[in-house]
């Protein structure tokens, strides 16, 4: 995979790691055969198991709320891309360096410290969309061409590349499972990123400006303003003049800083397409994505610049990357106290947020009451209020808020595994019946969830529904990259002898579909490990 420093941005990860000659132009090469050297099914399953990979070493940050707003701008996006079919699967890193990657399959990965450093969502969306025109332009094939020349297991590469991208950043967060030292995985992975350092030197720098290039008409084909992705550069090039930002300095960026010329270029080409009197409408230049979500269309001139949801999404982002509730709150009394501030609205949300991991939903409800007050029916506040209710012990308060938000928004992800969530707190059959009652209309929706998987096992095994309970525990261990830990689930359930005929066959089926996966995982050098089964 290939880290993007929005700076001097890699082109993915895998053209990171394996790249080593420039193309000489700015199109696609006509006669390449990076598109046989995998068929579409194998780069889809490539990119979904580097996701589980990434979750197992403990570096993907899954909530519901910043997921779902992820997930509407970039597909507002790839709705907008020269490859509108494309699939795509957009996921948050926790990590505070400021990266972004894709990879095989349109996996796209953003940081965290992306996030809380930009100042609108068009420069976020500006760095989105740079990482879908990889995709769309198909570098990502091209780095996987050369990496199978070097004779570099595909899924090996890219995980040592994001593996490379975390330890320059200060460290990957390691899962509960423990250390990964003297793990066969970690030192192939070690040698896999060591292959990419040296490769590095020879970066294709040409992908990048196609990237720019592509990238910044689908920001304005999307709507967003397409300034965002050269105002990005400019914060990265400031950065690079005095790192007084609060956020690590991408390794990157110190040997390969984001130049004047780029700047100038992405400064010009947004220029121009402001001035264009169709900006503002998603016109794609293919037919209609299959994959956009229904509140998003082909052509509609409703969709302009960011999002209302960004300032919360940045706030929520800036304490649950941070290393603890208590480091939250600093950084907001840091911020509070910063030489003539002001902290906004969405601040003291986020402020709220802190209070409630670190113990004070008291005082996380008095503010979130307060904020209600001057933005009132706004969900981000109405949920944390639900959530500070349940934190502080007030059951009955907490289960009437929620039941009011599911009535009011019934086909709210968010909401749901929530609601929940908080049930699941409860530990009572009634609470755990309740909560199935609320999850399984994700059910159709949630083979790929393991938010839901986790929260749906939770409410089984309350409910006393405990061959349900099994099999979502398994498929929660599986999606957070533990496939061997699955299959020894799977296994120990099908002994039990009070199956029935279905739920035999289903646990056999599924069995029979993980086998191959941890086949692969081993032929591409990678050993999943076999952890407890995630019951938090």
Not at 88 to 109: K, P, V
Not at 456 to 468: K, Q, W, Y
Not at 513 to 536: C, F, H, N, S, Y
């Amino acid at each position: 995979m290939r880290i993007l420093l929005p700076v001097a941005a890699l082109s993915l990860a895998l053209s990171l790691a394996c790249s080593a000659r420039a193309q000489s132009t700015g199109l696609p090469d006509i006669g390449s055969s990076a598109g046989e050297v995998i068929d579409p099914g194998m780069e889809a399953r490539y990119g979904a198991y580097t996701l589980y990979e990434l979750r197992r070493m403990g570096l993907v940050l899954d909530d519901p709320l910043i997921d779902g707003w992820l997930q509407s701008m970039g597909y507002r996006l790839a709705a907008a891309s020269d490859t509108p079919r494309q699939s795509f699967t957009f996921f948050m890193m926790r990590d505070r360096q400021i990266n972004a990657f894709a990879t095989l399959g349109g996996y796209i990965g953003m940081n965290a410290g992306l996030v809380v450093t930009a100042e609108t969502e068009d420069e976020v969306a500006g760095v989105m969309a740079h990482e879908i025109a990889h995709v769309s332009q198909r570098h990502v094939l091209r780095g996987v061409e050369r990496a199978q020349k070097d004779q570099v297991p595909i899924l090996l590469a890219m995980l040592g590349a994001i593996a490379l991208s975390q330890s320059q950043g200060g460290g990957a967060r390691a899962s509960g499972g423990g250390s990964q030292a003297g793990d066969a995985t970690a030192a192939a992975i070690t040698g896999a990123a060591a292959l990419m350092q040296q490769r590095q030197i020879n970066y294709t720098r040409s992908n990048e400006s196609e990237a720019d290039r592509v990238g910044i008409q689908t920001l304005a084909r999307a709507g967003y303003a397409p300034g965002g992705m050269a105002d990005f550069f400019e914060r990265m090039q400031r950065a690079s003049r005095g790192n007084s930002g609060g956020y690590q300095l991408p390794e990157y960026l110190r040997s390969h800083p984001v130049t004047t010329t780029r700047i100038s270029e992405t400064r010009q080409r947004a220029e121009q397409l402001a001035a264009q009197p169709e900006r503002g409408s998603i016109r794609a230049p293919a037919a209609t994505s299959l994959l956009l979500p229904g509140e998003f269309s082909l052509g509609s001139a409703e969709l302009r610049g960011g999002s209302d949801a960004f300032p919360w999404a940045r706030e929520r982002l800036r304490v649950f990357s941070a290393d603890n509730a208590a480091a939250a709150l600093r950084e907001y009394r840091a911020l509070a106290n910063a030489p003539g501030a002001e902290v906004s609205d969405a601040q003291r949300y986020g402020l709220a947020l802190a209070q409630m991991r670190g113990g004070y939903p008291a005082e996380a409800e008095a503010t979130l009451a307060d904020l209600l007050r001057r933005h009132p029916g706004q969900l981000w506040l109405e949920l944390a209020q639900a959530e500070a209710a349940a934190i502080g012990g007030r059951h009955a308060v907490s289960r009437e808020r929620f039941e009011a938000l599911v009535t009011r928004h019934p086909d709210n992800r968010a909401v749901r595994l929530a609601y929940a969530d908080a049930l699941g707190k409860q530990a009572t059959p009634e609470a755990g019946r309740r909560a199935q009652a609320v999850l399984r209309p994700l059910l159709a929706s949630g083979g790929d969830d393991p938010v839901f998987q986790r929260s749906f096992a939770r409410a089984s095994e309350l409910a006393g529904d405990l061959i349900r309970a099994g099999e979502a525990y398994a498929e929660t261990a599986y999606l957070n990259g533990r496939a061997v830990d699955a299959l020894n689930q799977l296994d120990a359930l099908k002994r039990r002898d009070d199956l029935d005929y279905y739920q035999r066959a289903r646990i056999e089926a599924r069995m029979a579909a993980i086998t191959p996966v941890v086949l692969e995982m081993e032929r591409q050098g990678i050993r999943p490990e076999q952890q407890r089964p995630d019951r938090q």
